[in-house]
């Protein structure tokens, strides 16, 4: 087996690249990426503080070269003492090949979501590791497009990133629910509890007004479809293998009149999502409220946030729930109708985010 290793000096992103000739998949009852966050990044909770440059450059170019995979892994401790730490690592593996490469440039397009499981708000910020704003001008030509032998080299890498600054995260006794998105992929989610003095701890007044309000006239929507509605319609897709669910145009126009997005989900409930008094005129009682972050991500968000919008999304049931329930939402929203500016033409991935369940991408080409 070949190896090289090329130095980034574009950002710190990456702190190397391997380009391997031939890997050797490692073989075993899990899957790859399982293999490697079990091993390669199944580290201790000091080491996560300790990971420098050489040790970044040991697991990029010695372990993580030893397994053939495409995507993104990540890991954090599992508790951390906000009382004895002061910052919220994470550390990232990823690995691509030559085609993805030219066709996803990974340090452009990196996105970080956190999402407090007991509050349900949201954190999104690009995954950037330096202030200094990088030229991305001088990037825009990839040349051509890779063939042949080139079709072999492979990059991976190895970094940490710290959140509590990069995304703002309040340091309190809370627990984050984290994911890594890159265009249309979409990482591992890990959780992480932070822990400390609870009675210095500050929780917040979970905000239950349901956003986008409930349209109460007649709408002009897809048939007669009231946008946005939270009940279950003829749109509304079905979940099958998972929790949640959503569909939506592939493409649109700019000067269209309505971008509807029609989703479910099926969620246990914490008390803090819970409703106990409520004057809604609804046919069912109001029990519960859901934060939700709609996001569209571009290839190339240049150290951008992607656009994106927050909902809070009820649930109406005959049903009183308790802590730990299983409860079914749906909700039609209409991205425009909801006074939002369509982001510019481009190519997009679609993603929606409660608690610490994601679903997406789905392609969306804004034109």
């Not at 970044?56 to 009382?83: A, H, V």
């Not at 989703?263 to 914490?270: E, I, Q, R, S, T």
Request: glycine share 6%; aromatic share 10%; hydrophobic share 40%.
């Amino acid at each position: 087996m070949e190896k090289r290793i090329i130095y980034l000096t574009l950002s710190s992103l990456l702190c190397f690249i391997t380009l391997v000739c031939s890997a050797q998949k490692k073989e075993g009852k899990m899957d790859v990426k399982s293999q490697v966050l079990n091993t390669v990044l199944n580290l201790s909770a000091e080491d996560f503080f300790s990971m420098d440059e050489q040790k970044r450059i040991d697991i990029g170019f010695n372990k993580l070269s030893e397994y053939q995979f495409d995507g993104m892994i990540i890991n954090t401790p599992k508790e951390l003492d906000i009382r004895k730490k002061s910052e919220l690592p994470v550390i990232l593996a990823v690995s691509y090949d030559a085609l993805r490469e030219w066709e996803v440039d990974f340090n452009r397009g990196l996105i970080i979501v956190a999402t407090n499981i007991i509050t349900g708000e949201i954190f999104i910020a690009p995954g950037i590791q330096t202030k200094k704003r990088i030229n991305y001008k001088v990037l825009n030509d990839r040349g051509p497009k890779p063939d042949g032998d080139a079709l072999s080299a492979r990059t991976h890498g190895c970094d940490v990133f710290y959140l509590r600054e990069l995304l703002n995260i309040p340091w309190k006794p809370a627990t984050y629910a984290i994911t890594f998105i890159c265009w249309d992929w979409v990482s591992n989610t890990v959780t992480i509890n932070l822990s400390g003095d609870a009675d210095n701890a500050v929780f917040e007044n979970v905000s239950k007004i349901v956003f986008p309000p409930v349209n109460q006239r007649k709408g002009q929507g897809a048939g007669e479809i009231k946008f946005p509605t939270y009940f279950k319609i003829d749109k509304t897709p079905e979940l099958k293998n998972s929790n949640m669910a959503f569909e939506l145009a592939g493409e649109i126009s700019g000067k269209s009149q309505e971008f509807p997005v029609f989703g479910a989900f099926k969620l246990p409930v914490n008390k803090n999502q819970i409703i106990t008094e409520n004057d809604n005129k609804e046919e069912l009682p109001f029990v519960a409220c859901f934060q939700c972050m709609f996001i569209l991500v571009k290839k190339n968000q240049d150290q951008s946030l992607p656009w994106h919008s927050r909902w809070n999304l009820p649930v109406y049931s005959l049903k009183n729930v308790v802590p730990g329930d299983i409860v079914d939402g749906y909700f039609s929203i209409d991205i425009i109708g909801n006074n939002n500016t369509l982001p510019e033409p481009d190519n997009y991935c679609a993603y929606i985010i409660i608690g610490n369940q994601i679903a997406g991408p789905h392609k969306v080409v804004i034109r």
